[in-house]
């Protein structure tokens, strides 16, 4: 199984949004071989209006699986209407998705008009049920890494309560891995004694505080993570750019 992850494409009015989406979705549908996924794991518009998740939904066009589940720049009333084609609803978005081979729990990390993340009682009983209930390897998909990126900005809006995620991961020994975005930066941790792949940023690439610059760098390229589970349950990642 070969699967692309991508994260925090904010689009919104702007070029420089829309364009680097757009070729980030060109160059994995142009590729010369099938994928059997493509993950978005959040903040898929920057300021949460319908009409931005409009122009989402025609981005992420792809003969390829797409599966996406919410971050903290997200509405989820609007993110129903202009990118799933639903009423309105806020309530949590989450969504189970069985491929032949794995299955994937996009789980809603999102705080409504905050930027730290948590997993209400409600999300964390459905993703219990769901893991339960699943008989192939599973990955448990969020917005918000529940571990420290050592980013001292970043590190004030991570996942919190996260040891009742750590809690219902280790009840099921069929989870491969913990796939994250927000930090806006390819990282790789672990969790709940678990791969924990953080994907890099569509929009703009994290500074660290041993690098130089600002926050955040609008100039690097943007990034995909390719997810490889081979037929003995070993896991592989790879990184790449788009330029």
């Not at 692309?4 to 702007?14: E, G, M, P």
């Not at 009423?87 to 998705?97: G, K, L």
Request: with cysteine.
């Amino acid at each position: 199984m070969i699967f692309a992850q991508i994260s925090d494409l904010h689009i919104d009015a702007t070029e420089h949004s829309v364009e680097r989406a757009t070729r980030v979705l060109n160059h994995l549908n142009d590729l010369p071989g099938e994928l059997d996924a493509i993950l978005v794991t959040g903040d898929i518009a920057d300021h949460g209006l319908v009409e931005e998740y409009e122009q989402a939904a025609k981005i992420l066009t792809s003969r390829h699986p797409v599966l996406h589940c919410p971050g903290n720049h997200d509405i989820r009333a609007n993110y129903r209407v202009g990118l799933m084609g639903e009423p309105a609803s806020d309530t949590p978005i989450n969504q189970v998705f069985r491929l032949p081979g794995a299955t994937f729990a996009m789980c809603d990390s999102s705080i409504p008009g905050e930027d730290p993340g948590f997993l209400t009682d409600d999300t964390l009983t459905w993703l219990d049920d769901v893991l339960r209930d699943t008989d192939t390897p599973a990955f448990v998909c969020l917005h918000h890494p529940p571990v420290a990126m050592h980013q001292p900005y970043l590190d004030t809006m991570l996942l919190t309560g996260e040891h009742r995620l750590a809690d219902v991961i280790q009840r099921h020994p069929n989870v491969v891995a913990v796939l994250t975005g927000h930090a806006h930066t390819a990282a790789a941790s672990t969790f709940a004694g678990l791969p924990l792949l953080v994907a890099p940023g569509v929009v703009s690439t994290l500074v660290m505080p041993w690098e130089h610059g600002d926050i955040v760098d609008r100039r690097q390229p943007p990034g995909i993570a390719y997810h490889v589970l081979d037929d003995n349950l070993r896991f592989t990642t790879h990184y790449r750019v788009v330029t």
